[in-house]
């Protein structure tokens, strides 16, 4: 009977250590997940002054060009300024305002601001150009323009976002949705992506 006793004791001791060893494992996880968000925040080189930025008040009467030129100054904020190429999340030679460097571009090895500027304008141009084929309406195309820059034309075109916008619907509680990023196969949310999403819609919902 002794022995019986003796090896429940054991028993119960080794799941003691077990769920100890569990819930430790846990938060080794919440704390390595934590980490790749600050890691993928500096990666998107986030001005951290303006991390919980406030959607801005605008005039009742704005003008494109300055709509157009509030979008440029969010875009700005969120990709910062990087004078030298540095590797974006998905692998791609960057450089400025998150400009992905091209096999046909002729780009100096350190830009200017004002260089940087130049190619940040001429990309999201070009992004406002793809939106025009899903939308009329200037601000619905700059505010799709900044969602197709930061996260490419591919995903958006097979995307329940896009068949909403096809179909005229709300896209409030979708586009929200895309501030999620994967690394070492987990799916893990950023709020620095959210914030960008949440500017987006509130261009998209404008009635000017």
């Keep these: 009977m002794k022995v019986i006793y003796v090896s429940m004791a054991i028993s119960s001791v080794l799941w003691i250590l077990f769920f100890i060893g569990l819930n430790y494992s846990r938060e080794l996880d919440d704390e390595k997940d934590l980490d790749i968000e600050k890691s993928v925040v500096e990666n998107i080189n986030i001005n951290k002054h303006n991390y919980h930025e406030e ?34 999340n ?22 200017t601001e004002d260089e940087a500027d130049r190619l940040l304008r001429e990309d999201f141009n070009k ?7 899903y939308t009329d309406t200037y601000n619905k195309q700059l505010a799709l ?12 075109a097979s995307s ?35 914030r960008r999403r ?7 919902n404008l009635n000017t």
């Design 55 to 88: 959607i801005p008040e605008l005039p009742s009467s704005i003008s494109n060009k300055e709509l157009f030129d509030k979008c440029i100054q969010h875009i700005k904020m969120y990709e910062s300024f990087s004078e030298k190429m540095y590797l974006d």
């Design 145 to 156: 323009g900044m969602f197709l820059y930061n996260v490419g034309e591919t995903k958006f």
């Design 90 to 111: 998905d692998g791609s030679q960057t450089i400025g305002y998150g400009h992905h460097i091209m096999s046909y571009d002729t780009i100096n090895i350190v830009i």
């Design 198 to 204: 949440e500017f987006e819609l509130f261009i998209f």
């Design 127 to 133: 992004y406002i150009g793809y939106a025009k084929k």
């Design 160 to 194: 329940t976002l896009r068949r909403l916008i096809d179909n005229n619907l709300p896209i409030d509680n979708e586009i929200v949705k895309w501030h999620h990023f994967h690394k070492d196969g987990k799916k893990l949310s950023a709020k620095v992506l959210l």
